[in-house]
Nanobody, 118 residues
Framework: QVQLVESGGGLVQAGGSLRLSCAAS????????MGWYRQAPGKQRELVAS???????NYADSVKGRFTISRDSSKNTVYLQMNSLKPEDTAVYYC????????????WGQGTQVTVSS
């Protein structure tokens, strides 16, 4: 069993920055990829950014140039640096991870609220 614990959400004014963290804990696993999704009220959950074990990244068009995903493999932690935040970035942000322990499992974090005021 792997647990993902997110932190770093909060309230920020438009144009501000936040940094989200997601730490994976457990035993006997290796991480294949981690990412961040978000879900705004009344909308579907959408991919924000992802990063593979090799460091390849992928971003939603809406956040390119403003958000940066990174990971510290020694800590099994992924980060999302969010700059130039806009009110439309307001959502619950979820961390996810694909991990291998003989087979591949997919895990979700509990979510952290990000609110951007105009």
């Amino acid at each position: 069993q792997v647990q993902l614990v997110e932190s770093g959400g909060g309230l920020v004014q438009a144009g501000g920055s936040l940094r989200l963290s997601c730490a994976a804990s457990g035993r006997g696993f290796s991480i294949n990829a981690m990412g961040w999704y978000r879900q705004a009220p009344g909308k579907q959950r959408e991919l924000v950014a992802s990063i593979t074990s090799g460091g390849s990244t992928n971003y939603a068009d809406s956040v390119k140039g403003r958000f940066t995903i990174s990971r510290d493999s020694s800590k099994n932690t992924v980060y999302l640096q969010m700059n130039s935040l806009k009110p439309e970035d307001t959502a619950v942000y979820y961390c996810d991870a694909y991990v291998t322990n003989t087979v591949i499992y997919h895990y979700w974090g509990q979510g952290t609220q990000v609110t951007v005021s105009s």
